[in-house]
């Protein structure tokens, strides 16, 4: 894992110019790339590239970038993992290709030059950004992977072109214009990320996953980038040509696609370990990766000294049965609490999803031992196992046949008490209550279903299962109700099924822009490199094919996944509550960090900028005070907008 930076203009720059300009965007990047960095610049094109290294395979001189292909024509920086380079290696080999090394870097050029880049890039099985220069065209292209698991940043200001693996390097040029975005701010409160493609900036995008864009022109506008892949068009293939087999075939074969996804990302020429939760997706990864290794794997797991937020427990049984070498690290919420200041370095554009404290944890306590780890992401969007979609769409259809007004009384019945009340109430009478009504913190369950009482359509239902500020207009000066990706989605005819579009909508915001984007900045930031195997694009397009009560049966989500792990694992060892990595955000609010949220929300602080009404948000602040840990996670948002605004726009 790396990061890379470039400048493609039409100013006419000298060569220490661009020299000088790439090697300060690649400078904010030493996190991504701790062992070696290089730079290229050819003033007479226009064009410089930079790079920062983290070293994983071929260690020696002949992986360093920016790296030019055998003819010279194109010239490279990539930041992740083609992982089935060897493959391809074979095949230009028998072609009568040549190698200098055995780096994936080499074999991907190599491709562009035997088969074009268009045709090249979807013959790749990894996570990637690229940049590649053609010296013949005279044209520059940008590449992101599938499902959007690496980043690439891009902005043009007049006649200059400069994009890089995160926001801070595009920061770091001089030229760059720090303007907020207002409706990117409005976004990010109502959903804790800013989805792609926008950026929390007016002059930065995102790339898209699964797209390419071609530039010949740094004084032109942008072109549109292509798509050479995309998730949409994997879920109308599969919905329309549905896989007709039995439970026990269709188990088989994803099975082995499964075991082949893990068995292609354990190369590495450094140290590889798998961050273990003990939940349903990590420990699938955890048990193939041991199947296929020829010692104890390594895994890793945090246990955190409140019992309602810890898992460790249960990693360590799964880490038994399965025979790793187990390291579990305590923390407190002191060391928790520790890392709080520094998210907003970390994460250069506002995020708030408050697994982001635990996941940098540990993967500081994996990056101890080893360089690269696998992790279990991406298993509840591709598989069905968020609750939302379990319950989904028969619930949110049994919802919506109740009248309006009788749901808003219902509402209000629910809002009466806080989620904590609810707790506590439910806390004083689950002794006597069966099992399938004990549940984990079922107050804020209950302020869930009171969002969807209220809301107007199915699609805004669900819209209001996953906002922290449901109307973010009423908090953003200037901010507009609009249709993003996630309302389109939601609101087409297109899949037919609600709990489809629902995991459509999240393989195209949620995964690449909240999830995704926490795991590469938290890894990155302590120099690990995460691969995310049930993100292999051959299993998405695969899971999109199996009928849905081959995902999701009855309320049991991940119906797939849990036939792989039972051939390996006994599922009571990892068969109780959905937790994932959470955080008692509403304690830490009252306690220990009350005095730096209360400098942050102060109104002179929140209005400074004219960006933020600070009435609603005083409020929010105000009931959090009160124990109602509802709003919690709103002013969490609010708290790393204003934490991210002192640190990149003071």
């Not at 890089?164 to 990010?188: C, H, I, M, W």
């Not at 635990?358 to 298993?379: Q, W």
């Not at 804020?444 to 209220?454: N, T």
């Amino acid at each position: 894992m790396c990061g890379l930076a470039g400048i493609l203009t039409s100013r006419g720059e000298r060569p220490e110019q661009l020299e000088s300009a790439v090697a300060r965007m690649t400078e904010t990047l030493v996190h991504r790339g701790p062992d070696d960095s290089g730079t290229m610049a050819d003033a007479d094109a226009g064009i410089a590239l930079g790079f920062r290294r983290l070293a994983i395979i071929d260690l020696s001189e002949h992986g360093h970038q920016p790296m030019r292909s055998a003819s010279g024509r194109f010239t490279m920086v990539f930041n992740g993992e083609v992982f089935n380079h060897g493959a391809l290696r074979s095949e230009l080999l028998r072609d009568g290709w040549r190698f200098r090394g055995h780096s994936d870097t080499e074999v991907i050029l190599a491709s562009f030059e035997r088969w074009g880049i268009a045709d090249a890039v979807p013959r790749f099985v990894g996570m990637f950004a690229i940049a590649v220069w053609d010296a013949a065209s005279r044209t520059l292209t940008l590449i992101r992977d599938r499902m959007g698991i690496k980043p690439l940043f891009v902005s043009q200001t007049g006649r200059r072109i400069i994009f890089g693996s995160e926001l801070k390097a595009l920061v770091a040029d001089p030229d760059f214009d720090r303007t907020v975005d207002v409706q990117a701010l409005g976004d990010f409160l109502r959903y804790l990320y800013v989805p792609g493609p926008g950026t929390i900036y007016r002059a930065a995008h995102k790339l898209a996953p699964g797209h390419m864009l071609t530039i010949s022109d740094a004084a032109a506008s942008l072109p549109a980038s292509t798509p050479y892949w995309s998730v949409e068009a994997a879920a109308a293939r599969g919905l329309a040509n549905p896989l007709v087999a039995s439970d026990q075939d269709i188990a088989d074969e994803f099975d082995a696609l499964l075991s082949d996804a893990v068995r292609m990302r354990m190369e590495a020429d450094v140290p590889l370990g798998a961050l273990l939760s003990g939940g349903i997706d990590s420990t699938t990864v955890v048990a193939l990766l041991q199947q296929h290794a020829s010692r104890p794997v390594k895994t890793f797991a945090v246990a955190f000294d409140a019992a309602e937020h810890n898992e460790a427990h249960h990693a360590a049984r799964v880490a038994k049965h399965l025979g790793t070498d187990h390291t579990e690290v305590e923390l407190t919420g002191d060391d928790a609490l520790a890392v709080v200041p520094r998210l907003a370095d970390i994460f250069d554009e506002p995020h708030a999803d408050t697994s982001q404290i635990p996941a940098y944890l540990i993967c500081g306590v994996a990056r101890r031992s080893v360089t690269v780890a696998l992790s279990g992401d991406g298993g509840d969007e591709v598989y069905g196992g968020y609750n939302r979609y379990t319950y989904g769409e028969g619930m949110l259809r049994r919802i919506m046949q109740v009248p309006r007004p009788a749901r808003m009384m219902v509402a209000a019945g629910i809002g009466s008490l806080s989620a904590e009340s609810w707790n506590r109430a439910h806390r004083a009478v689950a002794p006597v209550l069966p099992g399938s009504l004990r549940h984990r913190l079922p107050g804020e369950k209950l302020h869930k279903i009171r969002r969807i009482m209220r809301a107007r359509s199915s699609g805004g239902m669900y819209q209001s299962l996953v906002a922290a500020w449901p109307e973010p207009e009423e908090l953003v000066r200037d901010a507009r109700p609009h249709t993003g990706t996630m309302e389109r989605v939601l609101g087409a005819s297109s899949p037919a099924r609600l709990v489809d579009r629902m995991m459509l909508a999240d393989q195209l915001t949620y995964l690449p822009d909240d999830q995704l984007a926490k795991v590469d900045r938290v890894s990155m930031a302590v120099s690990l490199e995460v691969r995310v195997p049930l993100l292999d694009h051959r299993l998405v397009e695969f899971s999109w094919r199996v009928p849905l009560h081959q995902k999701i049966r009855g309320r049991q989500g991940k119906w797939l996944l849990r036939q792989s792990l039972e051939r390996r694992v006994p599922l009571d060892l990892i068969d109780r509550p959905k937790m994932g990595l959470s955080v008692p955000l509403g304690g830490w609010l009252r306690g220990a960090l009350r005095e730096w949220a209360e400098d942050l929300l102060s109104p002179a602080h929140l209005e400074r900028e004219g960006l933020l009404h600070a009435e609603p948000i005083r409020r929010a602040w105000r009931r959090v005070l009160e124990g109602r840990d509802e709003g919690a996670l709103g002013v969490w948002a609010v708290l790393m907008f204003a934490a991210w605004k002192s640190r990149w726009l003071s």
